[in-house]
């Protein structure tokens, strides 16, 4: 990343490897490091999507995560735009003494306001019934009544996104499975299309086995990946061909 010049990344969707989960080769990263990089080299307006979870050590969430968005926030410069969840339709059972883990976050961190919003909507069930607004509080005064409006035919969908993880599920590639801990195409995708334009730069500075890169080619974005392992490089060349 540092040979790329300052605001040169329109936006990046990553995910980095976290509290020793997986095996990637013996490779390990510097996450502060990276972390101010990719400050440097994203546009004005620009956004980070930054998809990252916990690992339980000695009955107790490690919670890297917390302390990755506040580094990127308090440390960094990025505005917390919004912390989104990445949530498993399909999670693997595992036996233990609490529920399920089934999400992970998707942090989504901004510099400045974001230049690019293209939401993806959802069909309403109830188009055109009437919903009352309700009483606001301001401290110690209550607001105006809101106006009766009608449900419109569609809306911005929630920020839980649920996906189908696995094989034949995350991706139809079998050389993808070759990385340990690849994510959804369609998490990419979605993200792609909401945050970014046709010509924009997409980037992913691990990018493992290639989802993003693969995504972003077949939105027509220019795009830009890097990993330190040549044998995930390979893998994502083999995708995006």
């Known amino acids: 990343m ?16 976290y509290d020793n989960l997986r095996n990637y080769k013996g490779f390990r990263f510097d996450f502060e490091s990276i972390a101010h990089e990719l ?5 004005p307006g620009g956004v980070l999507v930054w998809v990252v979870g916990d690992a339980t ?17 308090d440390q960094v410069g990025f505005n917390v735009h919004d912390t989104m969840i990445y949530a498993k339709e399909n999670p693997i ?5 609490r529920y399920e883990q089934q999400f992970e976050y998707m942090f989504i961190l901004t510099k400045g306001k974001p230049k690019t919003f293209n939401p993806i909507l959802r069909d309403n069930k ?5 919903k009352g ?3 606001r509080q301001n401290k110690d005064e209550k607001g105006k009544r809101h106006k009766d409006v009608g449900v419109k035919k569609q809306s911005i969908k929630p920020n839980i996104w649920f996906y189908a993880v696995g094989m034949a599920n995350s991706t139809k590639d079998k050389i993808a499975f070759s990385h340990p801990a690849i994510f959804p195409e369609q998490l990419a995708y979605d993200h792609i299309i909401s945050w970014s ?17 693969k995504m972003a080619k077949h939105l027509n974005r220019r795009f830009l990946g890097f990993d330190i392992s040549n044998e995930y490089i390979e893998i994502t060349k083999q995708r995006i061909i």
Do not use: W
């Open 197 to 213: 334009n046709e010509g924009d730069i997409v980037f992913d500075p691990m990018c493992g086995s290639g989802t993003t890169m």
């Open 93 to 97: 059972p595992l036996t233990h003494n």
């Open 39 to 43: 400050y440097r080299i994203t546009k």
């Open 2 to 17: 540092k040979r790329l010049p300052d605001n040169f990344i329109d936006l990046t969707v990553t995910s980095p490897p």
């Open 126 to 130: 109830q188009v055109g019934a009437i």
């Open 57 to 73: 050590i000695n009955g107790s969430e490690t919670c890297t995560s917390a302390r990755q968005k506040l580094f990127f926030k």
């Open 133 to 135: 607004g309700t009483f």
